[in-house]
């Protein structure tokens, strides 16, 4: 979900003993209590398992330049697999899409990331570089792995759930402030709007973030930014393991040179980095 992407959902059991008429206790009836979604996400974030996803986002920008409206859209999609570990997400490996109306569709990659290193190919990119080597790895000098928040962390779903109502049978809908939503007061001006769908045992299937964001008091970079996101599971408690291409596949990014960069950048890998 950050874009925002960070942590997911799962499952416990907690088992209750439902009585039984006198006439009819010969045989007991055991019922499955009803699992909290975020005990149900803590209990599923363990190395080993994992989950599919598919994820769709959009960003669209509007500004005004010479007192003319203009648009910029990019979007995105995803789909693939992620692996946990201790309470997170460690590692995932994805296959990218994106497009824009300036620019229309670029080839779509293979991305694999954990830590904070990602490692990308495709069929041309692969022949575009060096030898031997059929992978760029690029690494972030963020805290954080901006590539590994696809979906939302137990405090997310906690915020989320808080500030909620159902609408329909697992089926959750709200809004909050950007700067409650980021739990960051500079987060700036702007709305978010989620909505939550989870099957019966209390599992996320879907998550769609809306968010609205609009500049600093003064500001006229641009009028309003919105943000799309719509992430869908499958697939909860798999055995998942993930592992980076072998060292000697390996480029770093900073060593592409400016040809082989433009090679690799029409070959459709993302101009500015996969962060």
């Known amino acids: 979900m950050k874009l925002f992407f960070a942590g997911l959902v799962a499952t416990a059991a907690a088992v209750g003993t439902v009585a039984v008429p006198a006439q009819a206790a010969s045989a007991t ?4 209590a009803p699992v909290d979604p975020v005990k149900a996400l803590k209990a599923q974030l363990v190395p080993g398992k994992g989950v599919k996803i598919t994820e769709s986002g959009g960003i669209t920008l509007d500004f005004t330049v010479d007192d003319q409206a203009m648009q910029v859209q990019v979007n995105t999609s995803s789909t693939g697999t992620v692996a946990f570990g201790k309470g997170n997400i460690a590692a995932a490996d994805l296959r990218v899409r994106t497009s824009s109306r300036l620019k229309g569709s670029k080839p779509p990659y293979r991305v694999i990331t954990e830590g904070r290193n990602a490692y990308v190919t495709n069929a041309d990119i692969a022949k575009a570089l060096p030898s031997g080597r059929s992978w760029i790895q690029s690494k972030t000098s963020e805290r954080e792995n901006t590539i590994l928040n696809l979906g939302v962390t137990p405090a997310e779903l906690k915020f989320m759930l808080d500030n909620a109502s159902e609408v329909a ?9 950007l700067t409650d939503f980021r739990h960051d007061k500079s ?5 978010v709007e989620f909505h939550l769908y989870f099957d019966e045992h209390n599992l996320l299937t879907r998550t769609v973030v809306d968010t609205t964001a609009y500049p600093d008091s003064g500001s006229s970079a641009y009028d309003q930014m919105a943000f799309h996101t719509d992430t869908r599971y499958s697939g909860w408690g798999a055995k998942v393991k993930i592992s980076a291409p072998a ?5 770093s990014e900073k060593k592409l040179n400016a040809k082989t960069r433009k090679a690799v950048t029409k070959a459709g890998y993302p101009e500015d980095g996969p962060f």
Do not use: F, L
């Open 187 to 191: 987060a700036g001006e702007g709305d």
């Open 247 to 251: 060292a000697g596949k390996v480029i």
């Open 169 to 177: 049978t697992g089926e959750y809908q709200g809004t909050a402030k």
């Open 29 to 32: 009836t055991v019922q499955a």
